[in-house]
């Protein structure tokens, strides 16, 4: 057991403070919350010894807790292992007893933690040394004790005075002081990094800085036909423009003035390079035409419009590179824009896209390839990676652009899986590696000998990055396994899944989307701005907001009007039904319990409450008062059919329970024999039926349909794996739900990156 008078611990690489609930790995802070920190400090409890799921299911989800607790536990355990980087199969920590629990099987130190020193006591005497304070009244008034008298109550007034100035101009000259370049650690340690996701959605590849900073060029891979391709956006921003709608398109990258984007393509294993202007085209047509009337060109962003200008309909231009294909997908465009770099047979290429003139800076040594060309930020030297095939090593190289020699610049032992890119000052330089089992960034400084130093979240997979020229920012690829919404058109032959909404949630929680009535909005739980709340988007969920504040929201159900969202509140005193309107007031709580839903007719809620002893439905006025019991023999998440004539409802809240109804104004519950859900979430209400997803066929799931009128039920797709929460249109064409643990990339955000 842990001792009472340690909260830290050793084991490996890691430490371990289950006060603070940090976990670090080689003195770098790995992030681990919720759940999965929980397990460990179970598992670190006993070592040992077998932990089981019971224990792990009553300490980790209380018995008022609804989520399907075998995928909420197993989720939480894989997070764990991720943080661990540890093995279900060869597992160095965790070693699982099937059916059972789990074991924790690796040595455990427990540290002693140093008490706090006692207050120094002011006196006469030789004084121990003294940390040093911030300047402050505190610390002047704890180093010079002061009398409450009149002439000391001045000098007391001067001291605060003068630790108050001080302090200003100490903050200020943190503030304004040059920023010295990076010279092997941060340039000044005043100055924090901030990360945050650096676009709302995932499905993003090869994030690359506009010329200023502020805007963003990146690959969307997604899943929806017509909508992968290249897409630009202002940094941070909801609305992306989709420049091109071909999913082979890869590897953006700007002009130098900002005004057009190149990108590589690659048809029948052939790569070209493209141009399109970064508007979309409306410019790019416009200068098109000035520069043909005008006849002239005097920069090469304008002698690559005048070429094009004969097919100024035709924004996606591809250029010419003089015979020779790129052989990968990479490319950048130089400072002063003659010139495009791209990998070919044997080595780095630079071309001109104004005359197609074409020259070779590297070659390549025999079973050897240069890839992942970057241009310096004065444009005189060439960054490129050289892979060995003989020792499957990597070597970051550069070379003039003139060509000539190349510089040794580092080997790394690991895989290099993306370009590396120079510092804002290019004075070190920025790369990916797979050195520690999975992709991480690094960097290493160009005047010094001192080792790589990781830069990206630990135990979060990164790669892909890019500096910006200006505004001090690093983007980067990470590894999400966070809760997404996916959907699903069964009106459409192929019903194909594709992404809606991503990363709703990194815990186990949520998303539980819901269609309003009229099928234009999107209801759905997230964590994104902190708290589990209530969001509001399109049926596609774009164009979201926010809509509660109130810590812990769940279960979103819509009023008929689509006007009014009922949802549950966890709070001290119990689960709280809240209703609230979309236009304004504010949550008004109804009665306590869970899993509400809207009556037809918008006069009731429904809601599940155990008040009686067993869970039940309940129901009460929309406007509150008193609730009343709709079910006498266990029911639980209710939902009305849309003609008003049946309450239907699964039985328990456990796996896969029955689904049961009962006539609109009371009498005989009877179960509806051929729907069985995986969860209490997964199934929903239409107009013509009851659409439901069960698990079956090994690890996938099925999602059927049972028919009101015929009383039978049919197959209408396969999802790869088992959601907990469905929702569908009232008309039954458009489904949602959510994939756990489907692995995302989502494009980060770091500002202050020196």
């Not at 989800?61 to 989720?75: E, I, K, R, S």
């Not at 309107?581 to 006069?603: I, M």
């Amino acid at each position: 057991m842990i001792r009472d008078q340690s909260s830290r611990a050793r084991f490996g690489p890691y430490d371990v403070d289950l006060h603070t609930r940090e976990l670090w790995k080689f003195g770098t802070r790995v992030k681990l919350v919720g759940q999965a920190f929980e397990i460990l400090a179970m598992l670190l409890s006993r070592p040992g010894e077998l932990v089981t799921r019971d224990e792990m299911r009553s300490r980790l989800w209380p018995a008022d807790t609804f989520v399907d607790f075998n995928h909420g536990l197993n989720a939480a355990v894989n997070k764990l292992r991720d943080a661990l980087s540890d093995s279900a199969d060869n597992p160095r920590y965790i070693e699982t007893l099937p059916r059972r629990g789990y074991r924790f099987i690796s040595q455990v130190e427990w540290l002693d933690v140093r008490p706090a020193p006692p207050p120094a006591k002011p006196n006469s005497e030789a004084r121990a040394p003294v940390e040093p304070q911030p300047v402050s009244q505190f610390t002047l008034e704890a180093q010079f004790p002061i009398e409450a008298s009149p002439a000391h109550s001045a000098w007391r007034r001067y001291f605060m005075g003068v630790g108050l100035l001080f302090t200003l101009l100490m903050a200020a000259a943190l503030v304004i002081r040059p920023v010295s370049p990076f010279s092997g650690a941060k340039a000044d340690p005043a100055i924090v990094e901030h990360s945050r996701p650096l676009l709302p959605f995932s499905d993003t590849a090869a994030p690359a800085f506009s010329p200023d900073g502020v805007s963003v060029a990146f690959f969307r891979e997604h899943s929806k036909p017509g909508e992968a391709g290249i897409y630009v956006s202002p940094v941070g921003g909801d609305h992306p423009l989709q420049l091109t709608s071909d999913e082979r398109d890869r590897c953006p990258v700007w002009s130098p003035d900002g005004r057009f984007i190149a990108f590589t393509r690659q048809a029948n294993k052939v790569s070209s390079i493209h141009i399109i202007a970064a508007d979309g085209g409306g410019e790019q047509k416009r200068q098109a035409e000035k520069a043909l009337a005008a006849q002239s060109a005097s920069t090469p962003i304008q002698r690559i419009v005048t070429g094009a200008a004969a097919k100024v309909a035709d924004l996606d231009h591809e250029l010419s590179t003089g015979g020779m294909s790129p052989t990968r997908p990479e490319i950048d465009w130089s400072p002063n824009g003659n010139f495009i770099a791209f990998a070919g047979a044997n080595g780095i290429y630079l071309f001109s896209p104004v005359d197609s003139a074409l020259h070779q800076i590297t070659k390549a040594p025999q079973s050897s390839q240069d890839w992942g060309p970057v241009f310096s930020p004065d444009g005189r030297t060439v960054l490129f990676v050289r892979d060995h095939e003989a020792d499957l090593s990597n070597e970051i190289l550069s070379v003039s652009v003139d060509g000539g020699d190349w510089r040794h610049i580092f080997s790394e032992r690991g895989k290099i899986s993306s370009p590396p890119k120079w510092s804002y000052d290019g004075r070190s330089v920025i790369f990916s590696s797979s050195r520690t089992g999975h992709s991480a960034l690094w960097r290493i400084t160009l005047d010094s000998a001192a080792e790589a130093v990781q830069v990206s979240e630990a135990g979060s997979p990164a790669w892909d990055p890019a500096v910006s020229r200006r505004g001090y920012r690093l983007a980067y690829e990470r590894l999400l396994r966070s809760l997404s919404i996916w959907q699903m058109d069964l009106a459409t032959s192929d019903k194909r899944p594709y992404l809606a909404v991503s990363s709703t949630s990194d815990t186990d929680q949520g998303p539980g989307p819901q269609f309003s009535p009229d099928g234009q909005k999107l209801a759905y739980m997230s964590d994104r701005s902190g708290t589990m709340e209530i969001w509001i988007g399109n049926r596609d969920g774009s164009n979201a907001f926010q809509l509660t504040a109130v810590g812990g929201a769940g279960t979103p159900r819509w009023s008929p009007d689509s006007e009014t969202i009922a949802f549950d509140v966890g709070s001290k005193s119990g689960q709280k039904i809240v209703v609230m309107n979309l236009h304004g007031g504010g949550p008004q709580t109804l009665a306590e319990g869970v899993c509400p839903s809207f009556s037809r007719d918008g006069k009731w809620v429904y809601f599940a409450s155990r008040r009686t002893g067993d869970w039940q439905v309940w129901k009460v006025p929309a406007s509150g008062g008193s609730p009343l019991q709709v079910t006498q023999h266990g029911g639980h998440a209710a939902l009305e059919s849309l003609d008003g004539k049946f309450v239907y409802y699964a039985k328990n809240p456990l796996a896969e329970p029955e689904v049961w109804r009962v006539p609109i104004d009371g009498g005989d519950e009877a179960p509806v024999p051929l729907v069985r859900p995986g969860s209490w979430a997964s199934w929903q209400v239409t107009k013509n039926g009851i659409l439901f997803v069960g698990p079956s066929l090994g690890h996938q799931a099925v999602l059927s349909f049972y028919d009101f009128a015929h009383d039978r039920t049919m197959t209408v797709a396969v999802l790869n794996r088992t959601p907990f929460w469905l929702s569908a249109t009232p008309d039954a064409k458009l489904v949602a739900f959510d994939q756990p643990g489907q692995e995302q990339a989502q494009a980060m955000l770091v500002e202050n990156f020196r």
